[in-house]
C-alpha cells in the first residue's frame, strides 16, 4: 500500500520559515513526479512546487508564480522523499499543504495540475499569522 506521509507543518509568523517533509512508502517515485499542493478554506486546491526526473539523480523544479524565489522544493532519491523549505512566508501562504506524486512520468503541460497525481498524503496545516 503506497503512503505519502507530511510533517513540519505548523504557525510561523510572517517572514518566517517553515521546512515540510514528505516520506512516501510502498513504492518508489525516484523516477516520477513528486511536489507540493495547498488548499486554503474555501479556495480549490492549488499547485505549490513539483520536481520531475531528469535521469541519474537529477530533477528540474517547477513553482508557482506566488512562491517563486520564497520556497525550494528538494527530492532526497535515496530516502524517497520530498521537502519544501518555505522562507519569507506570508499570510496568504496559510493553508492546508499536500503531498502528492504521480505515477506517470508527466509533461510540462500537465506538471502542475491536481488530477496527473494519483498519489496524496493527508495534508499538514500551515499558519502564517502574527
Known amino acids: 500500500q503506497v503512503q505519502l506521509v507530511e510533517s513540519g507543518g505548523g504557525l510561523a509568523q510572517p517572514g518566517g520559515s517553515l521546512k515540510l517533509s514528505c516520506a512516501a512508502s510502498g513504492r518508489s517515485f525516484n523516477d516520477y513526479p513528486m511536489g507540493w499542493f495547498r488548499q486554503a478554506p474555501g479556495q480549490e486546491r492549488e499547485f505549490v512546487a513539483t520536481?520531475?526526473?531528469?535521469?541519474?539523480?537529477?530533477?528540474?523544479?517547477y513553482y508557482s508564480d506566488s512562491v517563486k524565489g520564497r520556497f525550494t522544493i528538494s527530492r532526497d532519491a535515496t530516502k524517497n522523499t520530498v521537502s519544501l523549505q518555505m522562507n519569507s512566508l506570508k499570510p496568504e501562504d496559510t493553508a492546508v499543504y499536500y503531498c502528492?506524486?504521480?505515477?506517470?512520468?508527466?509533461?510540462?503541460?500537465?506538471?502542475?495540475?491536481?488530477?496527473?497525481?494519483?498519489?496524496w498524503g493527508q495534508g499538514t496545516q500551515v499558519t502564517v499569522s502574527s
Open positions: 502528492a506524486a504521480s505515477s506517470l512520468r508527466l509533461i510540462m503541460s500537465t506538471i502542475s495540475k491536481t488530477g496527473s497525481y494519483d498519489y
Open positions: 520536481t520531475r526526473f531528469m535521469g541519474g539523480y537529477a530533477y528540474n523544479k
